[in-house]
Nanobody, 117 residues
Framework: QVQLVESGGGLVQAGGSLRLSCAAS????????MGWYRQAPGKQRDVVAT???????NYADSVKGRFTISRDNANNTLYLQMNNLKPEDTAVYYC???????????WGQGTQVTVSS
């Protein structure tokens, strides 16, 4: 069983920064892609950023230049550095990992990020 535990969310003023972490534990042989998604109230869950095992990254246009995704493969941990936060970044942020060996996608429980104007 694989578990993902997110941390780092909270309340911040516009222009501020937060760093989210997602620690994976359990029966993990290797992790392929990892990603961050977010879901605002009344909206669908959308991708924020993804990173492959080869550390190739992709970002949603709305966060390019402000957010940075990174991973620590030795510790199976995913990060999202969020700078210059805006009120429209307010959402529950979820991490996920794709384990290619079992072709399984796992999700974290989510962490709330609230940006006040």
């Amino acid at each position: 069983q694989v578990q993902l535990v997110e941390s780092g969310g909270g309340l911040v003023q516009a222009g501020g920064s937060l760093r989210l972490s997602c620690a994976a534990s359990g029966s993990i042989v290797s992790i392929n892609a990892m990603g961050w998604y977010r879901q605002a109230p009344g909206k669908q869950r959308d991708v924020v950023a993804t990173i492959t095992s080869g550390v190739s990254t992709n970002y949603a246009d709305s966060v390019k230049g402000r957010f940075t995704i990174s991973r620590d493969n030795a510790n199976n941990t995913l990060y999202l550095q969020m700078n210059n936060l805006k009120p429209e970044d307010t959402a529950v942020y979820y991490c996920n990992i794709f384990v290619g060996a079992t072709r399984t996608l796992y999700w974290g429980q989510g962490t709330q990020v609230t940006v006040s104007s």
